[in-house]
């Protein structure tokens, strides 16, 4: 046997450089993440779930809006059009960040603008007995209750703390 290097010529490796700036450029025309079209060279954990973010509100968004505004235009009349909300759900594009989205449900749950049952629903599971009640947090005061708490008595009257 003989050795034989595998050597790749200045202009056959300039080639192979510019192929890698062809994803780019393809992409930037498209409005599109580079991470989209599957390059991965400079993107980490973190790059990826802000790339998702950035597809939705600069790709798709302006998109879905358009199509949402052509749907509301060709089919409903005219006197339809106030009562009727045509809507796209983007929501299944943000679940991959799930720091965010347990964030966003435990902040709506805690103020009271959605139910256990309505959480387990956007999260694909079955509901809860009872889960459809909302609450609020009950340890939230008035800073003039805090620094002159009275407690209030069932007839309306007011007692000075002990």
Request: overall charge negative; aromatic content about 8%.
């Amino acid at each position: 046997m003989q050795f034989q290097p595998v050597t790749v010529s200045p202009s056959d490796a300039q080639l192979l450089e510019t192929r890698e700036f062809n994803v780019i450029d393809i992409c930037r025309f498209f409005g599109v993440s580079p991470v989209k079209a599957f390059d991965l060279s400079k993107s980490s954990y973190s790059t990826v779930e802000a790339t998702q973010l950035a597809f939705l509100t600069d790709t798709i968004a302006p998109l879905l809006e358009k199509i949402e505004l052509e749907f509301k235009r060709k089919l409903y009349k005219p006197s339809e059009r106030d009562s009727i909300d045509v809507k796209f759900n983007s929501a299944a594009l943000l679940k991959a960040d799930k720091t965010s989205q347990a964030s966003f449900y435990s902040t709506m749950f805690q103020i009271g603008v959605i139910s256990p049952n309505e959480i387990r629903k956007e999260l694909d599971l079955p509901a809860l007995p009872n889960g459809d009640h909302t609450f609020v947090q009950v340890n939230t005061m008035t800073l003039d209750n805090a620094i002159n708490p009275k407690k209030p008595i069932e007839d309306g009257t007011k007692i000075k703390p002990q």
